[in-house]
Every structure is written in structure tokens, then in C-alpha cells.
């Protein structure tokens, strides 16, 4: 949901026939080199989507030919360069970190942000340019650039004019930008202001200087400098053509490899001068498991000794790393977005992750005390699945999150032995489903052939459609709801499973392929190993800036992988799935959750900013600013809960103690507002009770609305099934309406409520009605609350949400607005309840006329009635 805007299928056989199928791996320099042999998975299948229910399109916004000359998609659409591929192939490329580029006719443009500011809701590093670095053979076109490898975290893009060539290595990581040049004429140019001084001369404007050796120092007329090393000896002229322009060339063609590094302090300099000469070409990804632990490893791939390369590292990594050769913080250093980037030296870093073992249900049964609630609620609510009402999927996002609550409802029953209450459920969500497989259906998946992945056909050509999937935004929340509610049919239905396996895999893949050899779809689309976590962008606008606003869905999208490959799949996909979980969340815990405890000098707090950390969550993590706001909302409670959301049982691990304490606390006021809804609170009570399940359970008590993405059932469930420190009966006393027929009498007057006529169904009390003439109530369960249906007429008493009307017994079906809440009121004699309306969470008064309004804001406020049993 959310994201900002913007999938795959088939393959011609002349597509099928020009790829690179038998040797292509994560792991190789040229990203289409030989099969690496460490462990890498295989492709979870190689199969067209031949059979898909919308067949093939070609997105509206298709990569540059020019660009992928020579290569064929499938193609990465949320990597950090995908800019360079999305029309126009101008736009501003969120690295390689630290830097930031862009690619025009003439050369790769990059710099360092030095702008980091902090406007109250924002950390903000607009990006800048500091250099160009071109040939002087070039002629600017366009087209004459192109991608000759790239792999899961770095591209190679080379520019060409008849026999001169540049090459860059773009490796996330590298302090260097890397230029390998063919006879060519190095051509750097200034972009951020005339050249000051070059080798320590001083260049008044239109002078110049020239230097011959190896190691070069250029300063710029906004002191930016920026050490160039060369690693053959070349000789370089620098001119100051004005103060806001200048260059830096080669007085002939060179063959030979040039870097240039921003000093960002002149201690960096010794560091940067003992490593430069080994440098990255390409970064292969590798993973080793044990039963509780995945270690991620990137294996780069460097011209020199490789144990030399000199990375650098963001705060993830270094919470994860193993045997890390760390140069002290202070011999270099680049504040980005994600905080400070420090320096690592080696060509292998290995990163150790616990892996839960959580999938299906929580990992430790339900607490007694919270039994009976629970399984009540269960049998109310899978009662209100009617597979003859299940729905016709109008899209995929609202679809898939709504069929996912329903399917944890099948879960639930499995867990408390309850099988009788698992068939309904799977009934319900195979009815819907199954519209999926349906290709006349006005909603359907289709593969997109242009960038390669699975799509909603009706999106192909219109980002605005389903938050813009047909342009690869929002991949993993869409299809990790379409995995879960798949694989919880598939674990009750074996046939179905055998039947639709394939179909279900096309989305996996779109997803968690891990395997370049999958000749229709790239690797794990949305994930960013390097950034440690998913981008829910794709190539809408030209793939400007990426954002993710919705880290609990991302975990979601990985979650939903990992219940389809528990059950369609491989222990291999099992152990993919869960590493893909474990880095989403500790991404999520690190980027996301702000920890106002932490220190400001702490060296792996991305936010130094006191003030930053104070806001307690980001609402939405991109590439050159995170913030503490969403692209729908600003309350605290709202951005919070998207991090939360969906409540499933692998979650115990994202929703950690500090975090949640901070947020309760933060978001309480707005928990205690009646405006807020219940949609969001219940996430919050939820992640809260992964540290205080007893307090959560009592709050809980206070909801009638669970949203389309969570019920009653899985929020008492997943309370009820929290580590319990105290040892205490988690659901100590859920208070319940009373339950049967009743007449009901005002307390403090003794007068008893009738419809006012049989033509006017609004409730009044008054002096005039006697026992006989009062109306019979029937009040009913729904989970913590009940409705009230008059006994003469069968309607339900309604309740709208201004509290200017009267309460009235007009409506024929109970929705949301015939809900009510009624508990003993405080301070009364026993049998004494108010009645609370969950359309507005406003107590019932007796207004001077008699007519019973829902307009009482404190409980005080609320009138006292007798539940007379009739
Ligand atoms: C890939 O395999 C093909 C056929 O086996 C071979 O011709 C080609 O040279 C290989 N490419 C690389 C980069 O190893
Ligand atoms: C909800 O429940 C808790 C605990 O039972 C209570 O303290 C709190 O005031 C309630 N909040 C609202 C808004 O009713």
C-alpha cells in the first residue's frame, strides 16, 4: 500500500533464446560470468507464465534500448540505478553510496550531499553534483552509453565513441568512483563551482595547470576536494574556465584506470592513499544457514588483492558483521540518510542474522485465560464467511490485505484444534481466489514482458492504478498477502496446491527469485542487499527517489513467501524466506524504529539528531530523506501502526521492547481519542503486548474495529500468545455486554425506552411508557461489544457518527454503526450499564426530550440503564 508508484511473462521464444541461460549466477565479475559454486540457490523455476489469467503486456514505461543493448530482461526495476534504465535514463540515482549520480550524453555526474537538515519531521540530504567524468571523444550522444553487466548490487555502464571507451565500476560501498578508460581522453568536469586549485596551485580564472604522476588533489571554488588517483602515471591539465566551471583533461589518450574520491577531512587522506589501487568491478551474493542462523555474504569481485579493498559500511552492517577489519571511524567517514558510513576493509563480508522459527502461528500456545475470548470470537467471525459473498477481486492491494486477515482466521483454528472452523475459512478464501485464475475476469494478472514480472494488467500503462503496480511499486506487500492467503489453502488442500503450483509461483518469483538462471524474472525485485532492506519504488517518474513507507508490509511480503515455501517448496526457499524476514526487520528496527535513548555519538545510530529520535518512527525511509510522516496521514498513531502492520506471528521479533515502550507512550494520546480508529489502535495495543501482553489484553477490550487487515480473533490471539514475564493470566477479566433480551430502564428516572411510534423508530424514554409498552431489545454478541435489535420489527438499533441524532431502531442489517459497547457504569449500583456506540465512541445520553443520543463524551457523561430480562 502506499508506495509511490508503480511487473511479467513470457517470453517469446526468441527472448528464451538469447539469453545467457547456462552460466549466468549472483556471483560473477561481469554479473554474466561463470556459475558461482558457493551455495547460491537455483531459480525456483525456469517455466513461462505461458498460462497466466491476463497474458502478456508491455509496460508503458519500458527500459531504454540504448541502454540494455546487447542484454535482455528480465531487469531489476527497484534497484538503486534504475534511473539509468527508466525513460528518460536522466534521472538522479541513489548511488553508488556515498554518492549520488546521474548518467547524461556525456558521462557519469556524481557527488556527496553535504546538505543534511532537519525541518522538524524530515532529515533531508538533497542530492548534488560534484563531477563529471567523460572523455573528450565523445560526442554527447546519448545513446552511445550502455550497461554491459550488472548484478544485485552494482552495474557497469560504459560509454563508447568509435575505439575510446570509458568503463565505470558503480559498487555500492566503494569510497572511489571508478573509471577505466580505453584510449580515451579523460575529461572531468566541474560541477559544483570553477576550480580553485589543482595539486596545491592556485587557478585564477581561465588559468591553468598541469601535473604528471599518479595522485592528484582538485579543490573547487565551494572547497570541495577531491582526491583523483591515477593507476598509471597520466598527465592532467586542470583549467579554471570561469568561477562556476572548469576541467580537468588528459593531455592524450590513455588507456588505464582513473578514481577519484571526495576528502571530506584531510585525516582521510592516509587511508584513502594506502587502498586505492584494488578496486571493485561487481559484488556476488552468497548465504550460508545453520537451524537458527543465516549469514548474508557479498563477495566482491577487484582487480588488485582483494583483501586491500577498502568498502564502506553503513550502520547494518556493522551490527551484523562477522571478523570485521574496521579502520578507526575517525580515517573516514560520509554522513548519508542511513547515518554514518564507515570504512571496512576486505573483499568478503560475512553478516549473521538469528532466524526465527516462527511461521504458521505463534510459537508458544495461547494463554488459558484468553481461551475462551478467543474462540468465541473465532466462531463469530469465520461465521461471517460466506464463500458465497467472497469477493471479486476489484484490485490487488485492498484485496490481498483483506483475504490475508481471513486466512489467518484458518490458522487460528488449526492452532486451538478447531478443524471444524479451518474448512470454512478455505472455502471462503478459494471462492476468491480463485477469480484469479479466471482470465475474464476484470481483474487479472498479467506478465509484463518489457521489464519482466508479474503485474495488474490494468496497471501496464497507468501508474496510478493500484498504487501503481503495473510500474513495480509495491510488489512484495501485493504478492506477499496473495502468498499467504495461497499458501493457507494449499496447506488445508493438497489438490488445489497440486493444481495451482505453478500459477502461485509466477508471483513468488516476481518476489524472491533468488536465481539469475530464472530467465523471467529478476532477483528478489525489491530488495536492496546493500541498503539491507526492500524499496516499495519502481519505475514510475523515471525511478526518482525511492521510499518505503510500510516496513511491516515489506516483512509481510517475505512472510507470505515463507508460509508458500513451507508449503509448495524447498527447505532452500524456506531458509531464503526467512533471511529475507530477518534483514527486512532488523532494517526496519534500524531505519525505521528511532530509539531517543541512544547517543548521539553512538557509531551506529543512523540518526544523530536528538530531535530526529525523539519522533519515536520514521513514516516513510527514501533515498535522500526519511521522515516521520506518510504519504496519507501525519498522526503518530498512523505512522506507527503502518510499521506494524499486518499482525502476524513472525513479528514477535520486529516489535522489540524499547521501540514499543517509546511508541505507547508517544501515541497515547491520540489511543485515548475517540477521532483516531480502532483500525490502528489495535496495532499499536498488539505490538505493545509483545512486552506487556496483560496491559494490552485490558486495552484491547476497548476495540470494535479491526480494519480490513486484522480481527478480533488474531488480536486477542496474537496478545494471548506473548512471552509472559509477569506469569499472570494474560486476559485476566474481558468485560462483555450483557447477552439476551431486555427492556431497558433509565436508572435515574425509572423511565423505560419504547420506539417513539410505529411510524418513527427513534428511542426515547419517558414517564409515559409503562413495563408493558417498552420496547424488547435482543442484544447479541460481536466481539466486545453487541447489537441491540428491536424484538417487534426485527431492525437494529443504529447510531450514526455526529451524536446529533437520536439513536434509532432502523436498520436492517448490523454493520460497524450497530455496534455498542455497554459495561457497568462506574460508581453505580450493580446492574447499572452505559452504552457506548462504536460509531463514534460517545456515550448514550437521555437528551431533555427523552430521545436517547449518542453524545456523551467522558463516561460520566453517559446515562445509566437497567437491563431488564424479559
Ligand atoms: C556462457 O556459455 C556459453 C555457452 O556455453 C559460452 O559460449 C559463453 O562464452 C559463456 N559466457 C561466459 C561469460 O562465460
Ligand atoms: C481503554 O482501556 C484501558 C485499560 O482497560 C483504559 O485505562 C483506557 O482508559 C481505555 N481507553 C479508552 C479510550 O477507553
Known amino acids: 500500500m502506499f508506495g509511490s508508484l508503480i511487473s511479467v511473462l513470457l ?71 534504475a534511473p539509468y534504465a527508466a525513460p528518460p535514463g536522466t534521472g538522479t540515482a541513489a548511488g553508488p553510496f556515498p554518492y549520488q549520480s546521474a548518467l547524461d550524453g556525456y558521462g557519469v555526474l556524481f557527488g556527496i550531499s553535504v546538505n543534511r537538515q532537519f525541518d522538524g ?161 561487481s559484488v556476488g551474493l552468497d548465504y550460508s544457514f545453520t537451524d537458527t542462523t543465516g549469514t548474508l555474504i557479498f563477495n566482491w569481485q577487484t582487480v588488485g ?84 459473498q467472497a469477493p471479486v477481486p476489484g484490485d490487488f492491494y485492498y484485496w490481498g490485505g483483506t483475504l490475508a486477515a481471513k486466512a489467518r482466521l484458518a490458522l487460528i483454528a488449526d492452532n486451538l484444534g478447531r478443524s471444524d472452523l ?62 499467504t492467503v495461497a499458501a493457507v489453502i494449499a496447506k488445508f488442500d493438497g489438490a488445489w496446491l497440486s493444481q495451482h503450483r505453478d500459477y502461485i509461483n509466477w508471483f513468488a518469483r516476481d518476489i524472491i527469485n533468488p536465481s539469475t538462471q530464472d530467465p523471467y524474472f529478476p532477483v528478489t525485485r525489491c530488495r536492496d542487499w546493500f541498503a539491507g532492506h526492500s524499496w516499495a519504488s519502481g519505475i514510475a517518474n523515471g525511478a526518482g527517489s525511492r521510499d518505503q513507507e510500510s516496513s511491516g508490509e515489506a516483512v509481510s511480503g517475505y512472510y507470505g513467501a515463507l508460509l508458500w515455501a513451507s508449503v509448495a517448496l524447498s527447505q532452500d526457499y524456506v531458509n531464503y524466506a526467512k533471511l529475507l524476514i530477518a534483514t527486512e526487520q532488523q532494517a526496519s528496527q534500524v531505519y525505521w524504529h528511532l530509539y531517543p535513548q541512544k547517543g548521539q555519538a553512538d557509531r551506529d545510530n543512523p540518526y544523530p539528531e536528538p530531535a530526529v529520535r525523539n519522533l519515536v518512527t520514521m513514516g516513510n525511509v527514501m533515498d535522500w530523506q526519511s521522515g516521520a510522516w506518510l504519504f496519507w496521514g501525519a498522526q503518530r498513531s498512523l505512522i506507527a501502526a503502518i510499521q506494524i502492520l499486518p ?49 494490552a489484553a485490558a486495552w484491547s477490550a476497548n476495540l470494535t474495529n479491526w480494519g480490513t487487515g486484522n480481527t478480533y480473533t488474531n488480536e486477542l490471539y496474537f496478545i494471548g500468545t506473548r512471552p509472559n514475564p509477569l506469569g499472570t493470566p494474560i486476559c485476566a477479566s474481558l468485560p462483555q455486554n450483557p447477552y439476551g433480551t431486555f427492556k431497558l430502564q433509565v436508572a435515574a428516572t425509572g423511565n423505560y425506552v419504547a420506539v417513539a411510534s410505529s411510524a418513527n423508530p427513534n428511542l426515547v424514554a419517558s414517564p409515559g411508557i409503562s413495563s408493558s409498552a417498552a420496547s424488547s431489545f435482543t442484544s447479541a454478541y460481536v466481539p466486545n461489544a453487541g447489537t441491540l435489535q428491536l424484538a417487534s420489527t426485527g431492525q437494529y438499533v443504529t447510531a450514526d457518527q455526529s451524536g446529533n441524532y437520536p439513536l434509532a431502531g432502523s436498520r436492517a442489517t448490523a454493520s460497524t454503526w450497530e455496534r455498542f459497547v455497554i459495561r457497568r457504569k462506574v460508581g453505580a449500583a450493580e446492574g447499572v450499564y452505559t452504552i457506548k456506540a462504536a460509531s463514534n465512541g460517545r456515550y448514550v445520553t437521555v437528551a431533555s426530550d427523552g430521545s436517547l443520543v449518542n453524545d456523551g463524551v467522558e463516561e460520566a457523561a453517559g446515562a445509566g440503564f437497567r437491563f431488564v430480562k424479559v
Not at 15 to 31: E, F, H, K, R
Not at 659 to 682: A, F, H, Q, R
Request: with cysteine.
Open 647 to 695: 499482525l502476524i506471528p513472525v513479528n514477535e521479533a520486529l516489535y522489540d521492547t524499547q521501540w514499543v515502550e517509546n511508541m505507547w507512550s508517544y501515541t497515547m494520546p491520540e489511543l485515548v481519542d475517540p477521532t483516531i480508529g480502532d483500525e490502528w489502535k489495535c496495532l499499536i495495543i498488539a505490538a505493545y503486548s509483545n512486552a506487556h501482553p496483560q496491559v
Open 422 to 483: 479451518v474448512t470454512p475459512v478455505v472455502n471462503y478464501l478459494k471462492a476468491s481466489f480463485n477469480h484469479w485464475f479466471d482470465s475474464s475476469a476484470s481483474t487479472v494478472p498479467a506478465y509484463e514482458t518489457a521489464w519482466g514480472g508479474v503485474v495488474n494488467k490494468a496497471g501496464a500503462s497507468n501508474a496510478n492504478v493500484d498504487f501503481g503496480n503495473g510500474y513495480y511499486n509495491d510488489h512484495h506487500f501485493h504478492y506477499g498477502y496473495f502468498l
Open 305 to 388: 588483492d582483494g583483501s586491500q579493498l577498502l568498502m564502506l559500511t553503513w550502520p547494518h552492517h556493522r551490527l551484523t558483521m562477522q571478523n570485521p577489519n574496521f579502520p578507526a571511524t575517525t580515517a573516514l567517514g560520509y554522513l548519508t540518510t542511513k547515518g554514518w558510513m564507515y570504512p571496512a576493509i576486505g573483499n568478503q563480508w560475512r553478516m549473521l542474522h538469528q532466524l526465527s522459527s516462527i511461521s504458521w502461528n505463534a510459537p508458544r500456545a495461547l494463554d488459558s485465560s484468553c481461551s475462551s475470548s478467543v474462540l468465541q470470537g473465532l466462531a463469530y467471525e469465520v461465521g461471517q464467511l460466506d464463500p458465497a
Open 121 to 281: 519531521t524530515s532529515i533531508k540530504q538533497p542530492t548534488q553534483n560534484d563531477w563529471r567524468a567523460s572523455f573528450s571523444e565523445h560526442s554527447g550522444t546519448f545513446a552511445n552509453h550502455k550497461a554491459t553487466a550488472f548484478d544485485t548490487q552494482s552495474v557497469t555502464v560504459q560509454y563508447f565513441q568509435g575505439s575510446s571507451s570509458m568503463t565505470a565500476y558503480l559498487v555500492p560501498g566503494s569510497p572511489y568512483m571508478t573509471f577505466a578508460y580505453n584510449a580515451a581522453t579523460p575529461l572531468l568536469t566541474s560541477m559544483n563551482g570553477g576550480i580553485k586549485s589543482f595539486n596545491g596551485q592556485a587557478l585564477t580564472d581561465g588559468g591553468s595547470a598541469t601535473a604528471t604522476g599518479t595522485q592528484f588533489t582538485v579543490v573547487d571554488t565551494t572547497g570541495t576536494t577531491y582526491l583523483i588517483y591515477a593507476l598509471s602515471s597520466i598527465t592532467l591539465t586542470a583549467t579554471s574556465v570561469s568561477s562556476t566551471s572548469g576541467t580537468v583533461r588528459g593531455g592524450a589518450t590513455f588507456t588505464g584506470v582513473l578514481r577519484l574520491v571526495k576528502l571530506a577531512d584531510p585525516g582521510h587522506k592516509a587511508l584513502l592513499d594506502q587502498h586505492h589501487q584494488v578496486y571493485p568491478t
Open 11 to 81: 517470453a517469446s521464444s526468441a527472448l528464451v533464446a538469447s539469453l545467457p541461460s547456462g552460466n549466468v549466477s549472483l556471483g560473477d565479475s561481469s554479473g554474466f560470468g561463470a556459475l558461482d559454486e558457493r551455495g547460491l540457490f537455483g531459480p525456483i523455476s525456469t517455466g513461462s507464465a505461458a498460462g497466466i489469467a491476463g497474458g502478456q503486456v508491455a509496460c508503458g514505461s519500458p527500459p531504454l534500448s540504448s541502454f540494455f543493448a546487447g542484454l535482455e530482461p528480465p531487469f531489476p526495476t527497484n534497484s538503486w540505478w
